[in-house]
Structure formats: structure tokens, C-alpha cells
């Protein structure tokens, strides 16, 4: 047995969406799924040490995330998950083990608003603010999209023969359909248009029920498409959507899916090479594998930062964290919602230090199943304008590092004064005009010694900073070490000040650590920010035998 197959575990995550009349009190809904946990061993941990592990607690393993080296275990029926995690977290082969936490959809439907997509462009229609909105038709004067960008929804399924969606559909270049063969080697068989992990098939269609539409809503706000004279318009008129569902309705009122589904939603998006995602779905306690996975993605992850308590208002994430969307990682951004006066919606959670900001999430007209169309409100709406305006960057520039990315984005803020980060509301057109012209201050990493390295060996390398502009400037150069799984080391920083036109280099040499064994591959990135521009570099290395 592979110490791949040892054990595993199962995750649910359950997605509520909140209507007049029906649902759950929040603090009724389970914060974990019963008889269920999540294991992950220490490195030195042998396939006998794990499989003896299994025994010892008499469990069932259901899946194996291998990116990020963790078990989905099923326990003994009747098990209680607090006693059995206080056992094993006392275990000395265990490096961590978390409760399966659920997770709930960031929406509240709207079915009698319809209005119109004042958040793309708000002319003061139906008793908003003029230019309250991300300036949408400002920055499709500079793109309006690429069918060479994928964005991942993990979401509730995806109405594929939507007349505004389906030519945006992605279908996987790998696959030959219908076959019963896995063409392309990714461990799905005839995942055509990505994959249901809820029911481990490869139809993503609408899980349909208490998930009201959700994933087909959120994919159209990121990518309806646009100028064929049907529907809504959505911020890309041309990308790939790549639907990948793990919520399925439950007793009609509820939409749930599991820590495990999720897991193996970011796990397929990332072995898939797609560099956003978009996640409207939060709930529950901070999650050890979950982080883990989100790091391991490598990706933008644009998380909904969560629509508040069983009072309707929303909270303060910088005192009451909303997972996924409060992990500490630089990868992710946390989106609140505002309405169609710039005000921040009063069901948005919020956090001066923790959600990163604001775009429209009240009354947001969108796809739903069956050629339909309606409005719903949250944060779950909210998040899709951002990683679609992700999109939009990635595809004027496809070489944008997550980094890079992500300071657009917050950069472009429009200053609203509100309880976030940016302090603003998504702005695309901004966004956009930040890759019209070179950064002030570029950087150049380049090797100096050979990028397949002996394990124990050292690797050198050359950092240029030029000043691509007449002006003189202050800046931040950053070094930094990232590993396959996400994991950032810092390499060092350092400030100064560099005249107008002036290139300066220098070289380093570092030696590598003795836990860098053979298999290992890293990036170096040379980073350096000014008050106007973050731009970036890296050179990848792999340690040979």
C-alpha cells in the first residue's frame, strides 16, 4: 500500500442560502461533519507507522490530497470528533488533524429586484449613485477578455447550455469526450468540463434545490457573454469558465459540500495550471488542510469575506474571522460588498486588517439556470467582479505573477473610506491602466549558476533595478523563496532610493537548505514596490540526486 492509500478522510461544508420563510437558525447549522477528520502526518511518518495508526483508531480512509499530503479519514460509527481529535492530537506521528468543518454559500437571494448590471456601470439608475461601479466599459476600451484565461468556480454547478455562458464554457484540451478513458493523465476520466466532486462525476451541472442557481449566478457576473444582444453582460466577454461543483442542495433549503469536495476542487483547478478561482462560499473554524490547500494552490484565491451573523448585519473579520476568506495567506483576496451608493452593504462583513475590498454585491443581476435571469445580494456576489477583473488582467498581461495580480487590484481601490484594507471599491479601468505603461521600477532576476542543483549544493543569481522613468524614486526590494506547496520563505528586504533612468545590480549566493532533498523545486522572485508600481521576477530551481 502506497503511503498515499493508508488512510483518508471526509470533509462536508454546508452552503445556506438565506430566503424569507425557510432555513436553519445559524447558530442550529453543524460547524463539522460528524465522524469525520482530517489527518496530516509528520515527514519522517513511515506506510506501517500510518497504517498502524489506522488500526489504532479504527478508521476508514476516504480520499488522499497529495498536493498538500493529507488524510480524509472516516471514524468508527457513533465516534465523537472532539474526543477523538483531543486523542489524536496527542499522537507523536500526527502533525496536525482537524475536524470535516462546514462551510455555507455568501448570498442572499433578491428574486424581486431585477434591475439592471448598475455595478458594471451605474448611471444613478433605480436611486443610486452615478459611477458607484467598477467602470466596466471604461476597461473594455483596453480588454474585454481572453479565451486564453481559465478562471475555477468552485460553486454549486454550472448551467453548461446557458445561451449567455456556454461559449464561454472550458473544455479541457486533454479529454476526448465520452471515451471512458483519463486522455489527459489527471486521475478524472472524461472531465470534459471540469468535475462534480459532490458526486464524484463529470457532470458539473446545477446541483439545483436550496442552491438556487448559485454557481450559474456567480459564473455570469465573471463571464456572461458580452455584446450578443441577449441577457447580461459579464466582466469578461470572452474567457474560459471552468465549473467545478461541490455544493449539492440538501432537504431543498440547504447547500452543502464538504471540507474533502473542496479540497479536491482546489486540488483538481491547480494540477489543471489555472491561476484564479473564484470562491463565494465561508462559514465555520479556521481549517489546517483547507489553509494548506489554498497555499498549496499557487493561485489567486478571491474569497467572499461572509455576510454576517444570524442578525443580518455584518461583522468585523479582524475580530470574528470568516474562513476561507481570514487564512493569513497572500494569495487570497477577501471581498466585502457595497451597495449602488458606494456604501458598504449592511450584511458585509468587513475588516480593517483582514478583507482587502469592497466591489458591488447588492441586487446583482446575473445568469441563472435554464436561460433565466435574476438578482441576488452578498458577498457571494461581490466576489465573482473581482476575479473576473483578475481575468481581465491576466489576459492584457498573462505573465502577472499572484503578487502582481493582487496589487492591481487593491491599488485601483476607489478610495470610499470603507472598513477595508484598500479602503475602496473594485475599480477594473484602473486596474487595467496599470499595464499600459512599463512599472516606474522593473526588476530582473537572472541565474548564475545552473538551475538543477545537487542537494547540499548552492545556487547564485543576479538582481537588476531599473528606473524606467525620468523621475527619481524610493522603493522596497524584496527576495523571496517559494516552494511547490505554497510555503514563502523570506530571503531578505531591503529600501533605498534610485535616480531617474539609474540601473543598479548585484549578485547573490545562497546555500541551500539540507531540508531542500532531491525531487524539491523552488522559485526565487525579486520583487520591488515603489508609491506607484510592484513589479516582479523569478527563476525556477529543481534539487537533483
Known sequence: MSRGRALSLIAVVVLLLSSTGVGFAQDDRPQFAPEEVLVKFKPATSVRQIQAFGSSFQTLEVRYFDFIDVYHLKLPAGASVEATLEAMRQDRRVEYVEPNGLYYLDVVPNDSSFGDLWGLHNTGQDGGTPDADIDAPEAWEISTGSPDVVIAIIDSGLDMDHQDIASNLWTN???????????????????VHGWDFSSDDNDPSPAGGGCLGHGTHTAGTIGALGNNGLGVAGVNWDVQIMPIKAFRSVLGILCSASDADLIGSIQYHTRMGVLISSNSWGGGGANAAMQDAIRASNSLFVAAAGNGGLDGVGDNNDVTPSYPASYPLYNIVAVAATDRNDALAGFSNFGPTSVDLAAPGVAVLSTLPDDQYGSYSGTSMAT????????????????????????RLLRAADNKGLPVISQGRLNAATSLSFGLSAPGVSTDIEPLSATDVPAGGSISFRVTLSNTTATGTTGTLRLYLRLANGQVISLGELSGALGGGESVSGEVTRNLPAAFTPGTTFRIFSQVETPGSLDEDWVEYHVVP
Do not use: C, M, R, Y
Not at 465573482?384 to 481575468?391: D, S, T
Open 173 to 191: 484540451p486533454g479529454e476526448v469526450a465520452g471515451n471512458g478513458v483519463d486522455d489527459d493523465g489527471n486521475g478524472f476520466i472524461d472531465d
Open 384 to 407: 465573482p467582479h473581482v476575479a473576473g477583473v483578475a481575468g481581465l488582467l491576466l489576459a492584457q498581461d498573462p505573465s502577472l505573477t499572484i503578487n502582481e495580480l493582487k496589487w
